[in-house]
């Protein structure tokens, strides 16, 4: 059974610093994504990494992917207050429409 | 483009009342699901349709939770009789059925509580 495991669950940082949130999956798998979750709302796609050493980044995020280390990070750099949310990564266990297996979430707060 | 709408927003039953929720996914797209997340925990996955068939079920909990599709297009998921664990939120999903477009597309969510 595919598990996810996302740390930490909690983080609290103050604006302008850089932090990186840690996903780690038990089994082989092809498709890695992360979502952002503003409360009560829908989860909002960041990042679809496909591949080992995929790196992709939008503003101030960077997420990255190492397939052998079974391991992504999600990369904050001089952090905003609109950054405050959870994030989530989500495991697919086989290439193309398969169930999404979720970590736990980061819940994100960032101080003025 | 329209995205991925749920109904309702919220609902509040007592137990052993039944409630049904709705997904309209987006337009074309053939693959829908649903996962749930109760208080506390991670995003679960219940089930899969590949247009009005059942994929993969083995999220589902028990035989309380039903769920269907009609002609392949929105999608239900009824709780008869509903008990306190089932409150949570519901969470619909759809994607292409080709090419990079796998990529799930997540509703808003049904804020379910059991009374």
């Known amino acids: 059974e595919l598990k996810v495991e996302q740390n930490p669950l909690f983080l609290s940082m103050q604006e302008g610093k850089n932090y990186t949130i840690y996903c780690n999956y038990s089994?082989?798998?092809?498709?890695l994504y992360w979502y952002r979750q503003d409360p009560g709302k829908s989860l909002e796609s960041l990042f679809v990494?496909?591949?080992?050493?995929a790196v992709k980044q939008e503003g101030r995020l960077m997420a990255s992917l190492d397939t052998k280390a079974r391991l992504s990070t999600l990369h904050i750099t001089a952090a905003v207050h609109d950054l405050s949310a959870t994030y989530f990564c989500?495991?697919?266990?086989?290439?193309?429409?398969?169930?999404?297996?979720f970590g736990t979430g980061t819940r994100l707060t960032i101080i003025p | 483009e329209a995205g991925v709408t749920q109904f309702p927003s919220h609902s509040v039953i007592e137990k052993g009342q039944t409630v049904t929720l709705r997904c309209d996914p987006i337009?074309?797209?053939?693959?829908l699901y649903w996962y749930r997340r109760v208080m506390g925990k991670e995003i679960k996955f219940l089930l899969h349709?590949?247009?009005?068939?059942?994929q993969d079920e083995s999220g589902m909990p028990n035989n309380r939770f039903l769920a269907e599709r009609t002609g392949g297009t929105y999608s239900t998921l009824k709780v008869q009789p509903a008990e306190l664990e089932d409150s949570g939120v519901y969470f619909c999903?759809?994607?292409?059925?080709w090419g990079e477009g796998n990529e799930q597309f997540f509703g808003p969510g049904t804020r379910l509580t059991v009374l």
């Open positions: 337009s074309g797209h053939d693959n």
């Open positions: 989500a495991v697919e266990s086989n290439f193309g429409n398969e169930k999404l297996t």
């Open positions: 089994t082989t798998s092809d498709r």
């Open positions: 990494l496909l591949s080992n050493g």
């Open positions: 999903a759809s994607s292409q059925d």
């Open positions: 349709f590949v247009k009005e068939s059942k």
